[in-house]
Structure formats: C-alpha cells, structure tokens
C-alpha cells in the first residue's frame, strides 16, 4: 500500500495544499477572534530572518526606526479624502477603556500616515530637516471579511516606512530607491522570488498615492502576489497635516511624502512562491535553520560525531541544527525536514562514519551525495550557494514559462488562467480593458516598460500590462 | 550672565528634570490619544540595544519566540479570577469593527496569559511536550489613568515569556533562571543598574500569580523602579484553560505555568538611574552610539581625519558616529552628546592634529585627556571599559549609600523619603506593617534574605523586607 502523502498535493488543491504546509510544518494557525492568526516558533523564525535582512537594507537606506501609537484618533482619517474613504469599511474601533465609554472612540491602527503626518508637522521646521526618513516595525489592523493566514489577516505585522522631503523628485527618487535597494533586493537575492517591480494602475493605488510602486511574485499556481510596495503621496497628506517648511530663500513650503511597507505576507509568498508536494523550501539565504545534521540510528559513535558536526558548522557561521532524536523513525524525520525546508540536510550512519563521509541532501536541488567528513565545512558552504542559486533558477524559470506574450483582451484573459500575462496597456485598452478583465477576476498587476524595467511616469509611450489573477 | 541650564536641575525638580530630558534628548513624546507615546529615532535605539541584549538571553535560556494575537475574547479574562480583577478597570475594549457593532466585544491585550494559555492547551499533550517554553515582542495596553511617558503608557512595548512545566519544582527554577540569568544579568552587566531581585509580598503580587521576582532598581532621587518581573502562576492559568498532559505512567496531569516581562520602562529607568543634570549617561554595553568623533572646526584635514577616525572605530566594531556639523558651534554639540548621554566622545581640532592626538572626554567618568592618534582604537576601548566599570560603581555607591538598615516602621518611613530601608519583615509587623507603609504611600518592594539573596518560599526566616517609595 502506498503512503498517504503528508500534504494535499498541490495539483489537487492548491489552497488545500497551503492550508496544510501551515498547519503540518508548524508555521501558524487561526487565533480565537475571527481573522486573527497565532504564528508559531518556525514561523516566526522566518518572519525574523525577514525582518533582519529587511531592516539592515532599510537602514542603509538612511532611514531610522521610531514607533508611533497603535492607537489614532478617529478624526484623524477624514482630513485626507481617499485615504477615509479606503480604510473606514475595515477600522476597528475602540469605544470603552478604562470601564468607561470613551468621548472620542479611537481607532487602532490600519496603517499610520495620519499619526506620523500630525508628528511631522511638529518635527519639520526647515529644509534642514529635510528629508525625514523613519520607519517603524509594528502591527496593524484591518478588518477582514474573508481571512487567509499569513495572506489576509485582521491583524498582521509589518515595516511601514514614512519619509518627508523637500521636492517631488526627491520623494519619487526615495520611493524608487525604497522598492530596488531594499524590497526588490531583498526578494530577489534572499527570499529568491524574482519579482516584478512596475507601476500600479490608477484604480489599484494605495488610498491617498499619486503614486504606488510593486513587487509582484509568481506563487506555485501561476496567480500573482504583492508582496510589497513603495507609494509616493504626493503632498496629499502634507497639506491635510501641515507638514510645511521654510526653504532656504525663507519661504514657507510644503513637504512631499513617501510610505512603503512589506509584511507577514511575505511568509505566504515564501511558501507558495517555492513550496512543492513535500513542503516549504526554504533559501538558504532566509533560511532560519540552513542546514540540519540528522543521526540516521542510535549509536554512541554516530551521536557524538553528530554533535560535533552541527558544533563545527556552527562555529563556522552555518545556522546549523542537531536532530539526535533517534526514538522517532529515520522517514519520519526526514518528512518532517523536508516539510520545514531545511536546505540542506546531513545524515549520518554507521556506513557513513565507517566510510569518514556523510550523506548530503539538497531540499531544493533534490541532490543527494556522499561527501568525505574532513571536508564538510566546504562542502556544506558550497551546497548553500548552489541551493539558493537554485531555487531562484526554479522560480525564475516557473515565472518565464508562465508568462505569456499577448495581443490584446482575449489571449490576456486566457493566458491569466494559468499565468501572467503581458500585454501593451493601449491594447488591452487601458483603463477600460481593466475594468472588463476584472469582470473575470483578473487584475492588472502592474505596468512596466517593454524590457520589464520600471516606468517613471503613467505617461511613459509603450507600456506594457502585467496581468493576472492574484491573492 | 551665566548660561541657562539645559534642564531643570534634578535636586531643583527631579520630575521636571525628567521630562526635559525625555524632550530635550529626544527620546519620546506624548502621542495624540491620552497615555500614548510616540518613540522617537533615539529613544527607539536604546530600546532596539535593549531588544537585541535581552533576546539573545532568552534564546539561551531555550525560549523561542512566537506571536500572539492583539485582540483577545472579553470572556478569556473571566476565567481566572484574580486575573479579571486585576485587569478589568485597565482594559480597552473594540465594539465596533468593519464597520459593524460586534457580537462579542474583543479585549486590546494587556497581557496574553490567556490567549496564550488557550493556545498551550492544543500544544501540550503529552510530558514530552513539556517544558514548552514561548515569548513574544508586542505591544500591550492598559487604560492609565496618570501616564508617564516610558514610566507608565496606555500602549507599551515589551517582551512577554510564558511557559508551562510538568512540574512545580520545574516552573519555579525556570522562572528564577529568567530572573537571574536573563533579567538581572542584563541589568547589572549591560544597563549597569544594580538591582536587588526579591520576592514580592503577597499584596504586590501578578494577578494571578502564586509568586512574582522583581528586580528593582534605585533611580537617582532614590525611589524604586520595577524593572522587571518573573512570575510563577502555579496551576491558576493551566486549571483555568486546561493545559494538561499525560505523563510517564499514562495518567492526566494539569501543568504548571510561569510568565515574565521586561518593558519600555527600562528606558525610563536608565534615564532616572544614571541622568545627571546635563542629561543622559548610556552605559558602553548598551550605547547606540558608544563613541562620537566631533570636528571641532570646519577644516579639511580636521573633518578627513575624523572620517578616518570614525571609520577606523566602526570597522574594530565600535558603534561610532561622526559629527561634522561645523555649522552649529562646537559648544551646542558637545552639550547635545552629553545629553544624549554617549559614553565616549572624542574631540578633534587643528591643534589637536598638530599634535597627533585627538581629546578624549569620558561622559561617565567626568574625565578628558590627550591620546594619541596611533593607539587611538585601543583607547577607545579601554575608555568604553572603563566607562561601563565607573557607571556601575557610582550607580552601585549611590544605591549602597542611600539604603539604610532599620529596625522598625518609624525608622523604615523615615529612612523612604529619600532612599531604600531595609527593615526586618516580622520587626516591620508584616502584612499589617507594610499597610501602614501604603498609607504613607511607601511599599514593601520585595522580600529577600539579610544576605540580599532571593529567597525560595515566603515562609524562609529571617526575611528581610526592601521598602521604599516607587514608579
């Protein structure tokens, strides 16, 4: 009889799939009020190892962590007109604190531009404050009708960075910088999901952008995911909260906002972006545990040099974990690596340790090679690399052979089955051809120029449309 | 004329002085809903130092992190009934969210014992899933109703552990091995915060709690901060949501909880434990900036050399800043390091250069001498050493000197105004005593052996009971 496979296979169900790689490889589950999730200790390793190489990038990027109240009161949302508009069907509202009914309910944050414009108005006094480059790590809340762990979630996690300036083009130029230096170069050359970095459509913006930036990854099924994006705000919420400045010639101007973000989501898109039927594949550049040294029985000898295998790569840099949980079967464990995504997985027998080698397994490459003991140090390191070149070859080629080049309504609306398709704007016809393509479900994603670079303005000739349906 | 003072002097208005240098350093501010604060890009890496120092204890003591909901069921605080009396008149409550009035009115965590507690209960099955050690990083909130910025906020940020154990004897070492180990190790060797870690008496207790550790900390008008605690909760949280296991032998057990939490209310305590009247003194260990290379004046070899200077610092892994902001006068910069409190400040100016030597002005020792330029690194170090040993012993000497040995209850009340008195607990009449401390609003802080020790059970003879006024 064959073995039931751990997960649904993801040709079957592919949400059923996600739902199971969740819950099997211990990443999170729902939480007791509706749309709230509990992320679990794996889970929040990878979300820690984002938010490290997320924030190191944020930094280099000039701008400073700060934090700002959960809490903003409930005027403070209608002083920007598309911004009230966009978040009041999903506000949670605090009306009694402290055993009383409250004078003015406040509202918990769905994202903080209202909070952090009233505070910038205090700071910016002159262009020598300029530009003001903050980002907080915090959680936000929005009310969510149809919840999905990690994906759409009534309260999630994440980094919102605000920034003030003193032109357009400095603002424009920062949001740009925002979306390559950190979010593209973080996906691309960590998480190993080969983005595309284009422009949202006017009815897709941020509520309150004159502009929005995005990163869409191609997820295992062929629809697409936003897994970040970098809005210039114009002087929309300037104006609503007075962020002004005296220039140098001493007159008094008003500033130009940024905001941009990425979140928890993201640990969706690692696993729908790379998972496959046995679970989450992990890069090694994320990967909170890169590689695990399994003692394949119980012997004294094999336990001892198993120990001082994951000391050893430990010392070396390696986040390397020691499986000497023999009591449990050898298949089980090796599921259950598998199922995290372990990259790369050392087991070690009797037969090995009679030979001075050791059996290494890539999760993602699915090689498997006996590799003399003396020089596993370099092997392993080499292994890394090969696995994270890899994996971002998987998903590039995935995103390329899914990618369709179409004429125009039709052959978009068919290649969006299965995949994304790229099609001129003025042919599909613009925001028109938008509207209709949304009837079936599909969205324009974004709009890029012909070589898939970023476009600086709506304006550009010959954009290209990228579009699919997404999560 | 002499020159203002930039703040108000400590021994003039030491809750003036206080707020001053909150403001005038830039740590923080009130947010706009009452009891809220918004941490400022300073205030925030002191916080961010404290973070990273405190997690990596509590990843060696082998507690993982997670993440728990924000948004608790009213009905989880009814089912602890000491729990929901100590909470209920600090709660915020949302009642209304996307748009509709809620059916069952969800709670903004003040803490997650039980959101965590319901949790636990899936989790923990069998001993073999004990012990099962969790913490968080998050915001909680508790309506106040006399704020104080750091001190005491309607939203904090914290670190909050919970863990269940198969036995009492288990819960009760792990809780004093965070209170040691984590807590009071980092406040003695990098907070530089001499702190005595007593037993609270039964009144002072966690709601909930079958015992709480305190590590309280003298601030410089001689008042007690709690700084942090570590809680054993017996069976009440486990009874409550049903955290059992089947031991060894097959047969039903029920587990026993520990909770323990250290907040942004160690800001405040380094603040008022170490501030003097020109501001900050941060601690090397814990800096954000341990050292500062200032320009003294606008000159191209002075502002090259102390590039390379800064970056030579950075590079043997010094947290190093560079201020060459000729512009403002010298004298304003030098008065903003001190009152940012950086331990180390180095001072280069045309004669200076001339010599081959730059000043080097410790901010804790008072002192400033000449070093040369070529072993310039290794002054730097044994500076910050140095710093760190002296702000420990001044902080411990005022601590010492403060705290004196009373015989009674009116010596005891005498000795509080103006620092600690340690008084026998049966001389000061125990529970009937420290009630009439309260009513000259003195409290017992902890219970701890002659020898300063922490005791192990509130029937140890002997005891000694720590009393002073508080945060």
């Given amino acids: 009889m064959a073995k039931a496979p751990v997960l649904t296979p993801q040709a079957e169900d592919f949400p ?58 409930q005027a403070y949302f209608e002083r920007e007109a598309d911004h009230v508009e966009g978040f009041s069907p999903e506000l949670a509202v605090v009306t009694v604190a402290g055993g009383k009914v409250l004078d003015e309910p406040v509202v918990v944050r769905p994202t903080s531009e209202t909070v952090i414009g009233e505070l910038m108005a205090k700071w910016v006094q002159s262009y020598r404050d300029l530009p003001l480059l903050l980002n907080q790590w915090a959680n936000v809340v929005r009310w969510e009708l149809r919840p999905r762990v990690f994906l759409r979630t009534t309260e999630f996690l994440w980094q919102e960075g605000h920034t003030a300036h003193a032109t357009s083009e400095d603002a424009a130029a ?69 962020i002004g400045y005296l220039d140098d010639q001493g007159a008094q101007q008003t500033a130009w906002t940024t905001s941009w973000g990425v979140s928890t989501r993201m640990v969706g898109g690692l696993i729908m972006g790379h998972g496959d039927d046995r679970g989450l594949k992990v890069p090694p550049r994320l990967a909170p545990i890169q590689a695990v040294v399994v003692a394949v029985r119980d012997d004294d000898a094999v336990l001892e040099r198993c120990r001082e295998l994951a000391a050893e790569l430990a010392g070396s840099g390696v986040r390397a974990e020691l499986d000497v949980n023999v009591e449990v079967s050898m298949g089980r464990r090796v599921t259950d690596w598998e199922l995290k995504g372990v ?25 498997k090679a006996s590799v003399p003991l003396a020089g596993v140090g370099r ?61 079936s479900s599909v969205s324009v994603r974004c709009l890029v120029r012909p070589d898939g670079s970023l476009p600086l303005a709506d304006s550009e000739p010959d954009l290209v449309a990228v579009c699919a349906r997404a999560y």
Same sequence: chains 1, 2.
Avoid at 188 to 198: I, K
Avoid at 343 to 367: C, F, K, M, N, Y
């Fill in 174 to 242: 920062y949001a740009r910088r925002i979306a390559h230096d950190v979010y593209e170069d973080f996906m691309v050359n960590v998480l190993a999901l080969p983005v595309v970095v284009g422009r949202k459509t006017a009815s897709e913006r941020f509520p309150g952008a004159v502009n929005t930036i995005t990163c869409e990854a191609m997820m295992g099924d062929g629809k697409a995911l936003q897994n970040g994006t970098s809005h210039e705000l114009g002087q929309n919420f300037a104006s609503a909260f007075g």
């Fill in 16 to 73: 059923r799939w996600y739902q199971d790689v969740v819950a099997k490889a211990e990443l999170a589950e729902n939480g007791p009020v509706r749309g709230t999730m509990v992320i679990r200790p794996y889970g929040y390793s990878l979300w820690e190892r984002m938010q490290a190489e997320v924030d190191q990038r944020i930094k280099a990027a000039g701008a400073r962590n700060a934090y700002f109240p959960l809490f903003i009161p």
């Fill in 343 to 367: 990259p790369v997985r050392l087991e070690l027998g009797p037969r090995d340790l009679a030979d001075d080698a050791v059996t290494l397994v890539g999760r993602i490459s699915g090689t």
């Fill in 379 to 439: 092997a392993v390191a080499d292994a890394l690399d090969a696995q994270q070149s890899e994996i971002l070859s998987q998903a590039t080629d995935r995103r390329d052979s899914r990618t369709a080049e179409c004429a125009g309504f039709e052959d978009t609306l068919e290649a969006a089955r299965s995949g994304w398709a790229r099609v001129s704007w003025d042919a599909l016809g613009r925001e028109e051809g938008e509207a209709l393509l949304a009837e």
